[in-house]
């Protein structure tokens, strides 16, 4: 069957590189992936897998929220010793 409509879809372009990325090294293209997303939606009647929402923990949810407004929790070392004093400390 001869594929002559078009379908312009805007995302964000980190996402678009990553897809393109995954879908390059399973040997396809968006196109490609969309195309059978579709076929799979008719064949199906339906979203051809489940959607749900991600539940995540008090803890996680911050550390989101953190990253998001730019907070850095995390530790630099440039000294070993310390760093494994405060790793037993977590233990």
Avoid: C, H
């Avoid at 995954?22 to 009647?45: H, R, S, W, Y």
């Avoid at 051809?48 to 550390?63: D, G, R, V």
Wanted: hydrophobic fraction near 40%.
């Amino acid at each position: 069957m001869a594929k002559t409509d078009t379908l312009n879809i805007r995302i964000e372009p980190k996402l678009k590189k990553e897809v393109e990325a995954t879908l390059n090294d399973l040997g396809m293209n968006i196109a490609d992936a969309v195309t059978i997303f579709l076929k799979q939606v008719v064949m199906t009647e339906s979203i051809p897998f489940a959607i749900k929402k991600p539940k995540l923990n008090e803890e996680t949810i911050k550390a989101i929220r953190d990253a998001e407004n730019g907070m850095n929790l995390s530790k630099g070392y440039t000294d070993l010793d310390e760093m494994w004093k405060d790793i037993e400390k977590e233990d």
